[in-house]
């Protein structure tokens, strides 16, 4: 008489047919070989020989897309709106703090704050505007409003300097990782410099252009930064910032409140903007599902229990490494497995790329099918079929002694 396997048995048996047999390939929307709508030629999987594979063709396959630089060339200067030569220099913003001296006459002279609506107000004259001014036109209309009110038969000399700089708020939209309204210029608390708060003419960089892109999750790599779009008080001006990823000075200036900027697409992936530089993410913070072999759980392997930070421009593969899912002993681990899930920032449609880990780091071709990693990325990490094997065997021990202890 046959004796059927128990309940525990069956199911242990079904786990190790099932752990054993090859793994569905992810199933995308968006394709990722030639012509796919795939965000990065870099998604689409390797050919099964190294020698059926393209060395080098993944920039040229994301360059087909590509729209020509709004800006045009280099140099050539924006189109359709004012030039950035009109935002250079230092513009005044609502909350700024101004020293304001009129000659000897202490009655005029103090510490005075631009007012929410622009103005700043001294005692009898009528309100100044300053907002969007430079401190030589401030001074100019003091003059001016002296002069009108007949406090002063000639022009006295005044000066108008900045004390302190105010946070501001802007928008920010287009091709960055989150677009949305930011704010720039404030200063912590434990980093604020009491001499330079009393000095005047007290100014920073924290408001700068660059800074409200960074506070904007980065520009993507699909955005066109030979047309950078700033518009003030209803007024167009197009920057170009190609020469601030090269290291060189570009148009970086200073933002004052209500400023919007909107930064095109030009429809592709551009390698050449996953670079470390002033205006691209501050680096990727990565969620991720760590092995169960050798690493127990993420502590043990110096993981953060949720998400691991590497720089900006780390490719797949790194970040396998990175989060200890390549190495030990090379019988029992060479044939893991991992899997990359991203998401077009244009389209929002996300994707799966899965990979041999210990394939792709003997590929001569895999800088071609190695993708860039992108803010809010996740990486799974999958043991070997051998430690897969041993653990269901460990686990089919443990049934048995289990049931041979409710036997008896």
Same mark, same amino acid.
Not at 65 to 82: F, V, Y
Not at 232 to 242: F, N
Not at 394 to 406: D, E, F, H, N, P
């Given at each position: 008489?046959?004796? @059927?396997?128990?309940?525990?048995?069956?199911?242990?048996?079904?786990?190790?047919?099932?752990?054993?047999?090859?793994?569905?390939?992810?199933?995308?929307?968006?394709?990722?070989?030639?012509?796919?709508?795939?965000?990065?030629?870099?998604?689409?999987?390797?050919?099964?020989?190294?020698?059926?594979?393209? !060395? &080098?063709?993944?920039?040229?396959?994301?360059?087909?897309?590509?729209? %020509? %630089?709004?800006?045009?060339? *280099?140099?050539?200067?924006?189109?359709?709106?004012? *030039?950035?030569?009109?935002? =250079?220099?230092?513009?005044?913003?609502?909350?700024?703090?101004?020293?304001?001296?009129?000659?000897?006459?202490?009655?005029?002279?103090?510490?005075?704050?631009?007012?929410?609506?622009?103005?700043?107000?001294?005692?009898?004259?009528?309100?100044?505007?300053?907002?969007?001014?430079?401190?030589?036109?401030?001074?100019?209309?003091?003059?001016?409003?002296?002069?009108?009110?007949? #406090?002063?038969?000639?022009? *006295?000399?005044?000066?108008? =300097?900045?004390?302190?700089?105010?946070?501001? /708020?802007?928008?920010?939209?287009?091709?960055?990782?989150?677009?949305?309204?930011?704010?720039?210029?404030s200063v912590p608390g434990d980093q604020v410099d009491a001499l330079r708060q009393m000095a005047i003419g007290s100014a920073t960089e924290a408001?700068? #252009?660059?800074?409200?892109? /960074?506070?904007?999750?980065?520009?993507?790599?699909?955005?066109?930064?030979?047309?950078?779009?700033? =518009?003030?008080?209803?007024?167009?001006?197009?920057?170009? &910032?190609?020469?601030?990823?090269?290291?060189? /000075?570009?148009?970086?200036?200073?933002?004052?409140?209500?400023?919007?900027? /909107?930064? *095109?697409?030009?429809?592709? !992936?551009?390698?050449? &903007?996953?670079?470390v530089g002033p205006i691209s993410p501050p680096g990727i913070t990565l969620f991720l599902s760590n092995l169960t072999v050798p690493a127990t759980?993420?502590?043990?392997?110096?993981?953060?229990?949720?998400?691991?930070?590497?720089?900006?421009?780390?490719? !797949?593969?790194?970040?396998?490494?990175?989060?200890?899912?390549?190495?030990?002993?090379? $019988?029992?681990?060479?044939?893991?497995?991992?899997?990359?899930?991203?998401?077009?920032?244009?389209?929002?449609?996300?994707?799966?790329?899965?990979? @041999?880990?210990?394939?792709?780091?003997?590929?001569?071709?895999?800088?071609?099918?190695?993708?860039?990693?992108? %803010?809010?990325?996740?990486?799974?990490?999958?043991?070997?079929?051998?430690?897969?094997?041993?653990?269901? $065997? =460990?686990?089919?021990?443990?049934?048995?002694?289990?049931?041979?202890?409710?036997?008896?």
């Amino acid at each position: 008489m046959s004796r @059927r396997p128990s309940a525990p048995r069956a199911l242990a048996l079904v786990a190790a047919l099932a752990a054993c047999g090859p793994q569905r390939a992810p199933e995308n929307l968006e394709l990722a070989g030639p012509g796919g709508s795939a965000y990065q030629a870099q998604y689409r999987d390797p050919p099964a020989t190294r020698a059926a594979g393209g !060395f &080098l063709r993944a920039p040229e396959m994301n360059a087909r897309t590509c729209r %020509p %630089p709004a800006g045009g060339a *280099p140099g050539s200067g924006g189109k359709g709106s004012l *030039p950035a030569v009109a935002l =250079r220099g230092l513009k005044l913003s609502p909350g700024d703090l101004l020293d304001v001296r009129v000659g000897e006459d202490e009655t005029l002279t103090g510490a005075v704050e631009v007012r929410g609506d622009g103005a700043v107000t001294l005692p009898f004259l009528p309100p100044v505007q300053a907002a969007g001014r430079s401190e030589a036109d401030v001074e100019a209309s003091v003059i001016q409003a002296l002069l009108d009110e007949e #406090l002063y038969t000639t022009a *006295p000399r005044v000066s108008v =300097r900045l004390q302190d700089l105010a946070a501001v /708020r802007v928008g920010v939209s287009g091709a960055v990782f989150e677009p949305q309204p930011v704010t720039v210029g404030s200063v912590p608390g434990d980093q604020v410099d009491a001499l330079r708060q009393m000095a005047i003419g007290s100014a920073t960089e924290a408001r700068n #252009l660059s800074v409200a892109l /960074r506070a904007a999750g980065g520009v993507r790599p699909d955005a066109d930064l030979s047309a950078v779009e700033l =518009r003030r008080a209803g007024r167009l001006y197009t920057l170009d &910032l190609r020469p601030i990823l090269d290291g060189q /000075r570009g148009p970086d200036v200073m933002l004052i409140a209500g400023d919007e900027i /909107r930064v *095109p697409s030009r429809g592709c !992936f551009d390698e050449d &903007l996953m670079v470390v530089g002033p205006i691209s993410p501050p680096g990727i913070t990565l969620f991720l599902s760590n092995l169960t072999v050798p690493a127990t759980g993420n502590a043990p392997s110096a993981v953060g229990r949720e998400v691991r930070e590497v720089p900006y421009g780390t490719r !797949f593969l790194q970040a396998v490494i990175d989060t200890n899912c390549v190495g030990g002993i090379r $019988g029992t681990s060479a044939d893991r497995a991992a899997a990359l899930l991203s998401r077009n920032p244009v389209t929002d449609v996300s994707i799966v790329v899965q990979r @041999r880990v210990e394939d792709m780091l003997r590929r001569p071709d895999r800088d071609d099918y190695d993708p860039y990693l992108l %803010p809010g990325d996740a990486i799974a990490c999958y043991d070997s079929s051998i430690t897969s094997l041993a653990d269901i $065997g =460990r686990v089919l021990g443990i049934l048995g002694g289990s049931a041979l202890l409710v036997a008896q």
